[in-house]
């Protein structure tokens, strides 16, 4: 089992930056590798990917809204997966979610229904 624990969710401006953070524990986060997802959700829509990025970070998955904009730096000697926001916008509001899973690769790290572990989120909310 993998517990995650996002944090670093809070009030920011457009055109600012903030980072977020998961942190995996449990007694199966050092025996695999597991590739790392940050999705959203905004009131009333549906789970949205955002970025992830592979155990070794060869391979790393962006949505097209946040090219250019946000980053998914990653520290395994931490099991830490970090979520890091420049510039956002109103639109990047919504709840942040980390997800971990030991199988999922290529373009179906976009997916949200092949993560196993979830995180409980975190609010981001984007103010103009």
């Known amino acids: 089992q993998v517990q995650l624990v996002e944090s670093g969710g809070r009030l920011v401006q457009a055109g600012g930056s903030l980072r977020l953070s998961c942190v995996a524990s449990?007694?199966?986060?050092?025996?695999?590798?597991?590739?790392m997802g940050w999705f959203r959700q905004a009131p009333g829509r549906g789970r949205e990917f955002v970025l992830a990025?592979?155990?070794?970070?060869?391979?790393?998955e962006y949505a097209d809204s946040v090219k250019g904009r946000f980053t998914i730096p990653r520290d395994n000697a931490k099991n830490t997966v970090y979520l890091q926001m420049n510039n956002v916008e109103p639109e990047d509001t919504g709840v942040y979610y980390c997800?971990?899973?030991?199988?999922?690769?290529?373009?179906?790290?976009?997916?949200?229904?092949?993560?196993?572990?979830w995180g409980q989120g975190t609010q981001v909310t984007v103010y103009s």
């Open positions: 997800a971990a899973d030991r199988v999922v690769t290529g373009i179906e790290m976009k997916n949200p229904y092949e993560y196993e572990f």
């Open positions: 449990g007694r199966d986060v050092s025996s695999y590798s597991y590739t």
């Open positions: 990025i592979s155990w070794s970070g060869a391979s790393t």
